[in-house]
């Protein structure tokens, strides 16, 4: 796969949204970022694509807070973060990046195509929709991690350089909205991208079932709080996601400009910083699940050994020696980013059979979650999954453990999702570090620094205390 990221024109525009340099910054740079004589709409998707993955998988956002929080790794040294010690400053570069360089660029390339009127009518609605499922997508990510967010006002650096913000309920309308658009004009049997997308290469129907699955994931997050609005979502749903073959997947690159970012942190930068926890270890041996070896590596005696999550950094650093660390594969250079598996929908399935918002076998649903999942990760013996299955069965009557532990098991390496699905369904049962500096394990991120500063006035109107982690969001009523 050979993907040109430099840095695009889009990009450098983008850097000005929410303020963050004057208006005249903006007419200095005298380029006319939504020319397609500059640069191809279909550069700007990809750039997106990659940085939207590249900055959900990172360090940043992934290793160093949701792995953390949801006690799937722990920190051996420099444990800060699993203590919850993090301010506006920690995740300042994660809503930079996904609304001053994602989202910004998805808009130029949606410009781009709009004002194109060499492209066929059929063609010109899936690659708008495509763009509308990676924005929804984006936003999405933004509202479960913030709450309320710019929404209807953002992306309007000159006209409205300091945005309103939107509820998360108000938010989570705007993303069903734009992905029922986005389904319903396109056309699974016309083109869209002639190549050069890298997640599904451009096949319209491939994009339609991950629209689909992922219009399927909002409403799930929102029916405990509004199930009349998810039950009529998830009626009207076509075809998803339900083998791996059709997952969506970024597939980092072996070139380290483009590599999985948790391999440039601890092959190239030399960082040994996380353990696999004791919870998860735990877990996985008392359930007799075979995907422990791709999870975790064997430490020093040749045996699978957690580390506590949220030591203090002295405590931390003396289990460091004996403590396993995250299998290699996890932090290859070219392993993948999940957006959406089969695993995570069929899990969906089961849950939306069990409280009669489909009709379906829940049971079934799970097995195939469980299943899909194991061929994932590289287990395919068909019997060795029936014995586990019959071990760890799906319990009716305890549902929400059932799904949300094999869901939090499922998307190892996946920490924002686990981290949404943990707080839904209150699975597994995590227990608050007792060094911690939180009184509740974090339910939400603390607001940038960048807004706290440059658009303090609207902000102000949403949140008293910008550093709040405490505070559950509008979906998280249990």
């Given at each position: 796969m050979k993907i040109n990221l430099k840095l695009s024109l889009a990009?450098?525009?983008?850097?000005?949204?929410?303020?963050?340099?004057?208006?005249?910054?903006?007419?200095?740079?005298?380029?006319?970022?939504?020319?397609?004589?500059?640069?191809?709409?279909?550069?700007?998707?990809?750039?997106?694509?990659?940085?939207?993955?590249?900055?959900?998988?990172?360090?940043?956002?992934?290793a160093e807070w949701t792995m953390l929080v949801t006690q799937m790794w722990s920190q051996v040294e420099y444990a800060e973060e699993s203590r919850f010690v993090v301010d506006g400053n920690s995740f300042n570069d994660a809503w930079i990046d996904l609304y001053a360089n994602v989202l910004s660029e998805l808009n130029v390339a949606k410009g781009i195509i709009t004002e194109d009127e060499g492209i066929a009518a059929a063609e010109k609605a899936n690659q708008l929709g495509i763009i509308s499922i990676l924005e929804a997508y984006t936003y999405h990510a933004l509202v479960d991690g913030y709450g309320n967010i710019p929404f209807s006002a953002a992306l309007q650096p000159i006209e409205n350089p300091l945005p309103s913000y939107d509820s998360q309920e108000a938010v989570y309308t705007g993303i069903v909205s734009k992905l029922?658009?986005?389904?319903?004009?396109?056309?699974?049997?016309?083109?869209?991208?002639?190549?050069?997308?890298?997640?599904?290469?451009?096949?319209?129907?491939?994009?339609?079932?991950?629209?689909?699955?992922?219009?399927?994931?909002?409403?799930?997050?929102?029916?405990?709080?509004?199930?009349?609005?998810?039950?009529?979502?998830?009626?009207?749903?076509?075809?998803?996601?339900?083998?791996?073959?059709?997952?969506?997947?970024?597939?980092?690159?072996?070139?380290?400009?483009?590599?999985n970012p948790l391999f440039i942190d601890s092959d190239i930068n030399g960082r040994d910083d996380f353990g696999v926890s004791d919870v998860l270890v735990n877990t996985l041996t008392e359930k007799g699940d075979p995907r422990i070896s791709a999870y975790a590596a064997l430490n020093v005696s040749d045996e699978y050994v957690g580390m506590p999550s949220g030591l203090p950094d002295a405590e931390a650093f003396a289990l460091s020696s004996i403590t396993s660390r995250p299998a290699a594969g996890v932090r290859a250079?070219?392993?993948?980013?999940?957006?959406?598996?089969?695993?995570?929908?069929?899990?969906?399935?089961?849950?939306?059979?069990?409280?009669?918002?489909?009709?379906?076998?829940?049971?079934?649903?799970?097995?195939?979650?469980?299943?899909?999942?194991?061929?994932?990760?590289?287990?395919?013996?068909?019997?060795?999954?029936?014995?586990?299955?019959?071990?760890?069965?799906?319990?009716?009557?305890?549902?929400?453990?059932?799904?949300?532990?094999?869901?939090?098991?499922?998307?190892?390496?996946?920490?924002?999702?686990?981290?949404?699905?943990?707080?839904?369904?209150?699975?597994?049962?995590?227990?608050?570090?007792?060094?911690?500096?939180?009184?509740v394990i974090p339910v939400r991120l603390p607001y940038p620094v960048s807004e706290q500063t440059r658009n303090g006035e609207e902000l102000g109107k949403v949140t008293s205390n910008p550093n709040d982690l405490s505070t559950k969001l509008w979906w998280d009523v249990n």
């Open positions: 990009a450098l525009a983008g850097i000005f949204l929410f303020g963050m340099t004057s208006c005249e910054d903006i007419t200095e740079l005298n380029v006319d970022p939504n020319s397609p004589t500059q640069v191809p709409a279909v550069n700007l998707v990809v750039q997106a694509q990659y940085e939207l993955n590249d900055r959900l998988h990172s360090r940043n956002y992934n029922q658009a986005a389904l319903a004009s396109m056309d699974a049997g016309a083109a869209s991208f002639a190549g050069g997308e890298p997640i599904y290469n451009g096949d319209a129907r491939s994009w339609i079932r991950f629209g689909n699955s992922l219009l399927m994931r909002v409403a799930l997050r929102m029916s405990d709080v509004d199930e009349v609005t998810a039950r009529s979502v998830i009626g009207g749903i076509g075809e998803l996601i339900t083998d791996n073959s059709q997952n969506a997947i970024w597939a980092f690159d072996a070139n380290p400009g483009i590599a250079a070219t392993a993948p980013a999940v957006m959406m598996d089969a695993a995570e929908v069929n899990f969906m399935l089961a849950e939306a059979y069990q409280r009669g918002l489909l009709d379906g076998d829940a049971a079934a649903a799970y097995d195939a979650g469980v299943t899909a999942s194991m061929n994932f990760w590289g287990f395919s013996d068909a019997d060795a999954i029936s014995t586990y299955l019959a071990a760890n069965a799906y319990d009716a009557a305890n549902w929400k453990e059932s799904v949300g532990v094999q869901k939090w098991l499922a998307f190892y390496m996946n920490g924002p999702q686990a981290w949404a699905e943990w707080r839904r369904l209150d699975q597994p049962e995590l227990v608050l570090p007792a060094a911690a500096v939180n009184d």
